[in-house]
């Protein structure tokens, strides 16, 4: 039922670093638990009772079966108290929301995925959405962004895509302080598509990350001459309903929530108060 | 469609017997030329000629504020059931059934929301004819006539109120009391024609809305916007009046005796300073021309690209009741100008 979310239990919480946890949620109803599905880049809104609802992306794949993984920055009110949930703990899910990637689309063709910092959390599901099927796409890049090697999130997971000969995987930090050790290039994330290069035609490319990060990569995707309309973005609005009726997340006359998060990027510039 | 006529002066007997068979809810005088919708008390507080209630009906559907759901640490989700009896509301004009319309689009669009939907499901309405004042603009934004959404419509004649029956449910209040109705005469025909003529010629107040949403587009950068928030005092009134205004903020509040948390709604206004702010401390509609302008741009332009349809419905509510005399006509002009 709209607006009334649906009992769900946190079953496993993993420390990625001090500013952001995976935490793996089921629901309490076995049903519910399989019957839910969703596509890469859909979201959830997460309740912690007395305290209130954040909208947070999906992390797990939508392959992965019967539970759901959230990839969460302690930033606020309810992301503060979700890390302070022991395992076992009573919260409230209520989704998927969202278009999510069109991934009907993106398949038989190329995929880039560039991430910047957590941008990565919706792409982890497309990413997990393409290793099951790699067969279906034709080349495919990753570019990954992070502002030192202690906040690269799923460094292990990362790791092995490093090492996949099928995928050109990159990660780049923006600096390197001293006693940290990093093999990785250094940079901005820019610099690394560069180096992944894609055929332009065909090619579809999903980029997520912080509003700087956005300002730096489209201009760079831009002058590789890549298509308005081949650049998928995941926008982030204040949400209170993810339903499309608070109004809260309208942009021009999108609403994030339903019409979004993820928009072309010719899309989203012909929506005024973008960025 | 059936049309029947109903002499003005049986209008109480009819409210009298819908009421014993509804949950009835009419106009009534509030202060001086203030006005506000309560359930029926007897004939003698209906005002039956008045324009503007001042909250306008969207309050049976979406009130100000009401609980989603009570859960405590063990419990279940519990959603309150509505138990409230099927309801008509009485004396709508077109622009408020329009604004109805809006609502019901609104609420449906990406699914339907179940609170709305099932206070909405369970009303019936019974539209009444008026006559414009200076604030009415219905007539500019083509909502000064409706031919659905309602059960019954009365538009006032003479001695008759010329009856619209749009519905079953119209249908069945009118057998009610059928006594009190018949087959409109050709004379009275010819009155109805001749009203509707002298209406249209009563609109003194027209705002220009050709091509409104390229201009609004074309100046979205206009001097206009940061002009007039200097003078919006961002009290959000023109917000609550507006029947088509439909944000809302949800909470959680905790008894921390009972340990029961119950989630509510309540209606917010996208002028609010923090409405666009997320965490991190990112505003993106902090400015105040920013705020001003989305106002407009919203009501013009997003939801008629999704639903064909502006959302204001001139009803005139905001003009009205702005303490800083904005008048949206007024800033139209100054857009085109
Ligand atoms: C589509 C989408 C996907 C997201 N995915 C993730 C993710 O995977 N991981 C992650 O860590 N974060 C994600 N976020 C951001 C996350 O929703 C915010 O960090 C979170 O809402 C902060 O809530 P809080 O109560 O902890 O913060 P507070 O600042 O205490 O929140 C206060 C109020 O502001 C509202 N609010 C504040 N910021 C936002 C916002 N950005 N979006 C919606 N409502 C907001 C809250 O609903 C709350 O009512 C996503 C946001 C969106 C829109
Ligand atoms: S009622 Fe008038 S002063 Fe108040 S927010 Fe609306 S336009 Fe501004
Ligand atoms: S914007 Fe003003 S005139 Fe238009 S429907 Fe809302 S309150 Fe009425
Ligand atoms: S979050 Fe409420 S309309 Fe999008």
């Known amino acids: 039922m709209s607006l009334v979310p649906e009992l769900a239990i946190l079953v496993e919480k993993r420390y990625l670093d001090a500013q952001h946890s995976l935490f793996r949620f089921v629901f309490n109803d076995e049903d519910r638990r399989k019957a839910f599905s969703f596509k890469p880049g859909q979201f959830v809104m997460l309740s912690i009772f007395g305290v209130g609802e954040a909208p947070i992306s999906i992390t797990s794949g939508p392959d992965e079966k019967g539970f759901i993984d959230l990839c969460v920055r302690k930033a606020g009110r309810v992301t503060g108290v979700l890390h302070e949930l022991e395992e076992n703990a009573r919260v409230g899910i209520r989704g998927p929301y969202g278009n999510g990637y069109p991934v009907e689309t993106m398949e038989g063709g190329n995929l880039l995925i560039v991430a910047g910092g957590l941008g990565i959390a919706p792409l982890r599901s497309l990413i997990r959405y393409v290793l099951f099927r790699r067969e279906r796409f034709g080349e495919v890049g990753i570019g990954y962004g992070a502002r030192d090697p202690e906040s690269v999130l799923f460094y292990g997971e990362m790791q092995n895509l490093l090492e996949r000969t099928d995928i050109n995987c990159m990660l780049s930090v923006d600096s390197v302080p001293e006693n940290s050790r990093w093999q990785g290039q250094v940079g901005r994330v820019t610099q690394l598509l560069d180096k992944i290069t894609m055929p332009l035609e065909g090619t579809s490319v999903a980029v997520c990350g912080p509003p700087v990060f956005y300002k730096f990569v489209l201009d760079k995707l831009l002058k590789l001459g890549y298509s308005k309309g081949s650049i998928y973005m995941s926008l982030e609005r204040r949400m209170e309903c993810g339903l499309g009726k608070c109004g809260h997340c309208v942009v021009g006359h999108k609403y994030t929530c339903i019409d979004g998060p993820i928009f072309t990027y010719w899309d989203a510039i012909n929506l005024p108060e973008i960025f | ?337």
């Not at chain 2, 068979?21 to 004939?43: A, C, D, M």
């Open chain 2, 1 to 337: 469609m059936i049309y029947r006529t109903m002499i003005k002066k049986t209008l109480p007997r009819f409210l009298d017997t819908v009421n014993k068979n509804y949950r009835l809810i009419v106009p009534e005088q509030k202060g001086k030329e203030t006005y506000t919708f309560k359930p029926y008390s007897g004939f003698s507080n209906v005002a039956t000629e008045f324009l503007r209630t001042i909250i306008p009906p969207k309050q049976f559907f979406l009130p100000p504020k009401e609980d989603l759901f009570h859960v405590s640490g063990t419990s279940d989700i519990e959603v309150g059931a509505e138990e409230e009896p099927f309801s008509i509301i009485f004396g709508l004009h077109s622009c408020d059934l329009h604004g109805i319309d809006i609502l019901d689009k609104a609420f449906s669009y990406g699914g339907k929301d179940t609170f709305y939907w099932r206070r909405r499901e369970k009303t019936g309405f019974i539209g009444l004819s008026c006559l414009p004042d200076k604030y009415c603009l219905c007539k500019s934004m083509h909502t000064d006539f409706i031919v659905d959404i309602y059960d019954l419509f009365l538009y006032t004649l003479d001695e008759v109120y010329m009856v619209s029956v749009r519905t079953a449910l119209g249908d069945d209040m009118l057998r009610l009391c059928p006594e009190l109705f018949r087959e409109p005469t050709g004379k009275e025909i010819a009155e109805y024609k001749d009203r509707i003529e002298e209406r249209e010629s009563m609109f003194t107040r027209i705002m220009d809305i050709t091509n409104l949403a390229d201009l609004l587009t074309l100046e979205y950068k206009s001097d206009v916007w940061e002009q007039y928030s200097h003078r919006c005092l961002f009290c959000g009134s023109c917000v609550m009046v507006c029947p088509t205004c439909q944000c809302f903020d949800v909470y959680d509040s905790t008894d921390l005796l009972t340990d029961i948390t119950v989630r509510w709604r309540r209606w917010d206004a996208c002028m609010r300073k923090d409405y666009a702010l997320v965490t991190g401390g990112h505003n993106f509609r902090g400015a105040r021309p920013e705020r001003f302008r989305f106002r407009y741009l919203h009501k013009e332009i997003g939801f008629a690209e999704m639903h064909g349809k502006a959302t204001c419905t001139g009803c005139g509510r905001c003009s009205e009741t702005c303490p800083a005399g904005i008048d949206m006509v007024e800033v139209v002009r100054s857009i085109r100008e």
